[in-house]
């Protein structure tokens, strides 16, 4: 019992114990802001990349694609029934991206997809801007430019019909009323006819006059941007959309045939309307891809069925096929049994197609999500352990600083043990004294290290942001660099444990030294010249 009584008042009493207090409170604060930025960072790297796929995808491995998707993707829900969902296939190509009003270019990966399809197998549809505002409305299919006309009762603006139902579906629906709030302050902020801005500083032109409102224009295919190839980022991270929705914009393509040659001819223009744009939160995806409808994107790029030198026609061919699978299905499983139905299928049809069809073929692979990224989540891996490891080496100074501080205790408190020892106490006893001190002043400094360190990660992108507002050059996170929008900012509660367990331990292997100096103490020693 007189430990706990003698290491309680000695903290209350010895201010220089309140030293190792601050050195263990710094130390854990300083591990768990980096254990939670590196650990948060790794999570969204998987949640993300997750978000970008399905469970599993046949990866083609070249840019010609493979044939047969379809009826692949058809046989795999009968074979494996109890696993897969549904598929879904998938374009990859690449090309140049311009606003012709502005002659705003540049490249881009394009992507095809079956949108009311691909949005069931991942979460492509949570980074939409304008399908949240108008639920169901955005669509790569053709479509008109959207014109705002006017209320003749009101004189405010007032959208074509389909549009103003979605939009009244939302206010329905959306509980955050702040987000309802904001739409009704500035509407073409969010709005399908959105801020035209010229060039001129100022001016300001909408598509909308004073007439009813309505779709004008030809009809176009719609294409889905990446927010940060066409908008203007603002330092709070939200856009500025200079592009009105259902505006025109240019891709230019080069098709390839099925031997990966380009047929000789000029490359393809596609004139399409802008619908939307994604957001993904990964900076990579956001500032190079646009989405197109598969079908009309297979088709210009002359990878649908193709009349053949010799006769007959071409297979169709994908770069893709993604494979949604049911709940609790565990994906590895999964992946294996879809790469024997593959490899299966390949070898029924080998010996009735083309000799570049079976090529294609053999090429196609399956993974999961986790194997196509996983040397980029390998190497944010290792980047966490490596941060992680230095940052807690850095800490083991405060091993040193308590085994000194006790050290000086134990010299100044030297006739304090002479009088326990010669009152019964073992040597045993007076060793368990200071370690026990020393275990409350890890135990104090642990905790206190730990809300330190979780509001410092609760609140790391307002100190960047007001670190930022001193000076340009203090803002050590850039979305360009570094991916993402913000810092992740979450504290696991089992980081947070980890934390303080071994800060406790580390005051502990920090004051056996000096306690077993202390218990080394002889008693008439000690109390020679009292």
Not at 114 to 121: A, G, H, S, T
């Amino acid at each position: 019992m007189y430990k706990w009584f003698l290491a309680a008042r000695y903290l209350r009493t010895k201010l220089i114990a309140w030293l190792g207090v601050a050195s263990v409170m710094l130390c854990s604060a300083m591990v768990l802001v980096v254990l939670s930025v590196m650990g948060g960072f790794l999570d969204t790297v998987r949640e993300r990349a997750r978000g970008l796929h399905s469970e599993i995808i046949l990866e083609g491995g070249t840019l010609q694609g493979f044939p047969f998707y379809d009826e692949f993707g058809e046989l795999l829900k009968v074979e494996l029934p109890d696993m897969v969902e549904r598929t879904t296939p998938a374009i990859y190509s690449y090309g140049i991206f311009r606003e012709p009003r502005t002659t705003w270019t540049k490249p881009t990966r394009v992507v095809g997809v079956r949108l009311d399809e691909y949005v069931k197998v991942n979460s492509f549809r949570a980074g939409l801007h304008y399908e949240r505002y108008f639920p169901g409305t955005t669509s790569l299919g053709l479509q008109g430019l959207s014109v705002v006309g006017t209320d003749p009762a009101t004189g405010r603006f007032k959208l074509p019909e389909s549009l103003a139902r979605a939009n009244a579906r939302w206010r329905a629906a959306e509980k955050d009323q702040e987000a309802v709030a904001a739409f009704d302050a500035d509407p073409f902020l969010p709005a399908p006819v959105d801020r035209l801005v010229s060039m001129e500083v100022g001016e300001r032109v909408f598509a909308a006059d004073m007439g009813e409102p309505r779709f004008s224009g030809p009809d176009l295919p719609g294409v889905i941007v990446g927010c940060d190839l066409l908008n203007e980022r603002r330092p709070d991270g939200n856009f500025n959309r200079y592009l009105a929705r259902g505006a025109p914009v240019a891709l230019t393509l080069m098709p390839l045939t099925p031997m990966g040659n380009p047929f000789g001819e000029p490359p393809i223009k596609m004139v399409l309307r802008y619908v939307d744009d994604s957001r993904t939160g990964i900076f990579e995806i956001d500032s190079l891809q646009t989405y197109v409808d598969f079908d009309i994107l297979q088709d210009r790029l002359a990878m649908s069925p193709q009349p053949a030198v010799d006769g007959g026609m071409t297979s169709a061919r994908t770069n893709q096929l993604l494979v949604g699978l049911k709940k609790g299905v565990d994906i590895n499983i999964a992946r294996d049994q879809i790469s024997e139905a593959w490899e299966r299928f390949t070898m029924s049809k080998v010996p009735t197609v083309s000799r570049v069809d079976a090529t294609n073929l053999r090429l196609a692979k399956a993974y999961t999500w986790e194997d196509l990224q996983r040397s980029f989540i390998a190497a944010v891996e290792k980047e966490k352990v490596l941060v992680t490891f230095l940052f807690g080496l850095i800490s083991m100074v405060a091993i040193v600083l308590v085994g000194c501080i006790f050290y000086m205790i134990v010299e100044k408190k030297t006739r304090d043990i002479g009088i326990l020892k010669s009152i019964g106490a073992s040597s045993q006893g007076v060793a368990g004294l200071f370690i026990l001190y020393a275990t409350v002043v890890g135990l104090v400094g642990s905790v206190l290290g730990v809300l330190l360190g979780s509001e410092v990660v609760w609140h790391i992108n307002e100190i960047q942001d007001l670190l930022a507002s001193m000076s340009p050059q203090l803002r050590v996170w850039s979305p360009e660099i570094y991916s993402f929008d913000k810092i992740p900012n979450a504290v696991k509660t089992v980081d947070a444990i980890g934390v303080g367990v071994v800060a406790i331990v580390a005051s502990m292997i920090g004051s056996l030294i000096p306690a077993r100096i202390a218990a080394r103490v002889w008693p008439v020693a000690a109390l020679r010249y009292e």
